[in-house]
């Protein structure tokens, strides 16, 4: 029984793909980065999707967006209400906040001083001195309901004006449920943030990004999470009254929204993303070419972008008319080994601590072990054992000179793949 359990635990543990949930790349640059929902791993590219460098630092924390407001200073949103934060491009982060609020679901900052954090639940945090303090600010009840908002994106136009949307999809805390029907919410603050002014509450759609170009035109984009239809709104008298605008039929349920200049780009499930040439007038599809809920998008330029999504990071150079599929170095999907062809290949303990001990059957032909991390660095390759007459060999492996994180196990030259955590 044990080992059928370990078993179902192994085969769940290595079909698991990272969760991209956010997704930065610096103004005027080529510098990129993403965020992982259920790892915890940043991963940064010098060249906007090209080639990439793992920045992970060890935390217990997931993350949730990252922004940079130059090719320097960026902040990550994590759960547990953590705010990192970087000085010189990602090579260290520091902790500038903790406990917010359930977690920091987007990070925005008008200048290098004074950003604004959606905190989920009816709570947003405010700093003006670049993150060293954060001032947490909890929306009244009512008009805003606090089983019924999730705030999911912030945007300023300058240190006073401001405004928030909320919606809700299949809670993390609840993963059973399947819809809520419309929890939409926009709201605006002439003070920086400490009050807020509802300016509608929808019944239909949830909102999850929106983007105000100055103090009256603005866009917001979100969906119905029963059809799964998406929609984008928008505004020319600053969020008072929002008008539907028409887009492409096979768009479905939009995540994020991204302006530069006139161009506009709306991501969401199923592969969308829909692009606008003249300020949001009129959007057509594009490729992505994956069929995966899209999280995030930023452009740095009217041509480059990276998007962050379910088991893809995609990453463009021309606007979006072609989109590439990035490699960070793992193909997730090649980690896979069906059930049926080696069975008995197993690891355990996992997680580990000091050592794990590989089980392989005589059906592999294995002459080495590797080990990889997040990157495909190779970090550590020792002989493997062979078994043979149908019986199976054991090799104890010692992880000491291995940082904690989470790694691949590969025997032999055939796809026989596993993932293992490592930790302290």
């Known amino acids: 029984m044990k080992r059928l359990v370990f ?49 992970s630092f060890f935390t217990s924390r997931y993350f949730y967006d990252i922004f940079f407001f130059d090719e320097q200073k960026g902040w990550i949103g994590t759960n547990q209400g953590f705010i990192y934060y970087t000085q010189n491009g990602g090579t260290n982060w520091v902790s500038q906040a903790m406990g917010l609020s359930y977690f920091i679901y987007k990070i925005f900052f008008i200048d290098d001083s004074c950003g ?22 909890i929306l009244p009840c009512p008009p805003f309901v606090y089983d019924s908002i999730d705030i999911r994106s912030i945007s300023f136009v300058d240190r006073q004006k401001g405004w928030i949307c909320a919606g809700q999809y299949i809670r993390d805390d609840f993963p059973y449920d399947t819809c809520f029907g419309g929890q939409g919410y926009i709201a605006k603050s002439s003070d920086g943030g400490l009050n807020w002014q509802l300016l509608l509450r929808d019944t239909i759609y949830d909102f999850f990004d929106i983007k105000m170009l100055d103090t009256l035109n603005g866009f917001v984009v979100g969906g119905n999470d029963r059809p799964m239809s998406a929609v984008v709104m928008r505004t020319f008298d600053g969020g008072n009254t929002w008008q539907n605008v028409t887009i492409p039929a096979q768009a479905k349920y939009l995540r994020s929204l991204k302006f530069v200049g006139n161009h506009a780009w709306a991501v969401g499930h199923n592969g969308t993303i829909i692009h606008s040439s003249n300020g949001g007038n009129t959007w057509s599809m594009q490729t992505s070419n994956v069929n995966a809920t899209l999280y995030d998008v930023d452009f740095s330029d009217t041509l480059h972008g990276l998007v962050a999504g379910d088991s893809y990071v995609l990453y463009t150079h021309d606007g979006g008319n072609t989109w590439h599929i990035a490699n960070l170095g793992i193909e997730e999907e090649s980690w896979i080994t069906p059930p049926s062809v080696h ?12 050592f794990f001990v590989v089980r392989i059957p005589s059906s592999i032909n294995s002459q080495m ?11 550590k390759e020792i002989d493997s054992p062979s078994a043979h007459n149908g019986q199976v060999a054991d090799k104890r492996v010692s992880l000491k000179g291995i940082k904690p994180g ?7 030259n055939a796809l026989v793949k596993a993932k293992l955590v490592v930790t302290r």
């Open 406 to 412: 989470v790694y691949f196990v590969q025997v032999g």
């Open 7 to 55: 078993l179902l635990f192994l085969l769940c543990t290595i079909a698991l793909a990272h969760t991209f949930h956010g997704a930065a790349i610096a103004p005027n640059t080529l510098k990129g980065w993403i965020v992982t929902s259920d790892t915890g791993f940043i991963f940064y590219t010098p060249d906007c999707g090209l080639t990439w460098i793992n920045q």
């Open 343 to 354: 069975s008995s290949f197993s690891i355990y303990p996992n997680p580990a601590r000091s």
């Open 116 to 137: 604004w954090a959606a905190c989920y639940r009816p709570i947003i945090a405010q700093t003006i001195n670049g993150g060293n303090l954060w001032q947490q600010i």
């Open 369 to 379: 072990l590797k080990i990889f991390d997040v990157s495909g660095k190779l970090v």
